[in-house]
């Protein structure tokens, strides 16, 4: 599979204050993006996740390192043309309609009459704003300002989409819908760099993940790799059983409707609970196994930093 972004060794300083001084951002950052795949950027607030996407996109430029797309240098003009690219917070003109804001960023790409027409078109369809097309985009909400700035970063039918934080501020609903346009993105062979702190979204979606702390990659690699498949407790929800009883066999916690919820960190101490349970004429509600989760690795490798 080929690499459509590689990053080796790159390194950003910013000076800041009265008296200015120096911090460095990025410390030396290397990873790569493979053609097809939808590759999450993770990292708390301030980790610099933020700054790679401007280094890549020769908004800023690095101190250090080494920056290529669609296997030219970042800031080869032919390399750029194959880019989208939604900001996390984007500025639009809201005096605009949506239909004439998409139709505007065709022409700075040079793109010809008809071919913008029936872009727009099938464009405004794929985010679904068919409905608000003729809407100034001081009207939008929220989450409609997301899929029209999702909508811009493909005028140019990119074969790298990069995404800061396009999720944030939306609602479950809105999460959805922008995780399924990624989805569909990818089976049309697009490849896709998805900025987010919002783990359960990336953990749904991504191919592969690298973690940004500090400043370094901590971690990166297929999450199926990097996430143990061991079971750290089993949880069980009963009713019709003490909870002094269920501390025998593990953590009881009061739940709903006289419910309990049971963490059993020992699996031999599973089939245990079942018998108490069947003894007293109680109810098992349900049984779930807990694996590590990709929120489980972040927390781990943030909290120590």
């Known amino acids: 599979m080929s690499t459509i972004l590689s990053v080796d060794g790159l390194r950003k ?8 001084r120096r911090q460095e951002i990025l410390k030396g950052i290397s990873f790569s993006v493979a053609a097809g795949e939808i590759f999450g950027y993770l990292g708390p607030n301030g980790a ?33 043309t194959k880019v989208g690219f939604l900001p ?10 949506a239909r ?3 139709d505007f960023y065709g022409q700075l790409f040079g793109i010809g009459s008809d071919a913008r027409r029936s872009r727009v078109a099938k464009l405004l369809t794929l985010v679904d704003m068919e409905r608000a097309a003729d809407l100034p985009l001081r009207k939008f909400s929220r989450g409609m300002l997301q899929r029209i700035g999702l909508a811009q970063a493909l005028i140019n039918e990119p074969s790298l989409v990069i995404l800061d934080e396009p999720l944030g501020g939306l609602d479950p609903l809105g999460r ?11 089976g049309e062979g697009k490849t896709v760099l998805l900025s987010s702190h919002i783990l359960q979204d ?3 979606i991504c191919d592969r993940v690298a973690i940004l702390v500090g400043g370094r990659i901590l971690s990166q690699g297929r ?24 501390a025998a066999h593990g ?18 101490r599973v089939p245990a609970v079942l018998d108490l349970v069947r003894d007293r004429n109680g109810k098992v509600h349900s049984l779930l196994p807990r694996t590590q989760t990709l929120e489980d690795l972040f927390v781990d490798m943030v909290r120590p930093q």
Request: proline share 5%; charged share 25%; hydrophobic share 35%.
């Open 13 to 20: 300083t910013f000076s800041s204050g009265f008296i200015p």
């Open 48 to 80: 610099g996740k933020t700054t790679t996407i401007n280094c890549v996109l020769g908004l800023i430029f690095p101190d250090a390192g080494r920056i290529e797309l669609c296997g030219r240098p970042h800031l080869d003009p032919r390399s750029k």
């Open 88 to 97: 996390e917070n984007p500025y639009f003109y809201d005096y605009l309609t």
């Open 100 to 102: 004439e804001f998409l």
């Open 176 to 186: 959805k819908d922008v995780r399924d346009i990624i989805l569909r993105l990818r």
């Open 202 to 204: 990336i953990e749904m």
């Open 223 to 246: 999450l199926i790799d990097l996430i143990s498949e061991k079971i750290l407790f089993t949880e069980i929800v009963v009713s019709g059983v003490g909870e002094k009883d269920l």
């Open 251 to 268: 953590e009881p916690l009061s739940a709903q409707s006289g419910r309990t919820l049971l963490k059993v960190y020992e699996d031999s």
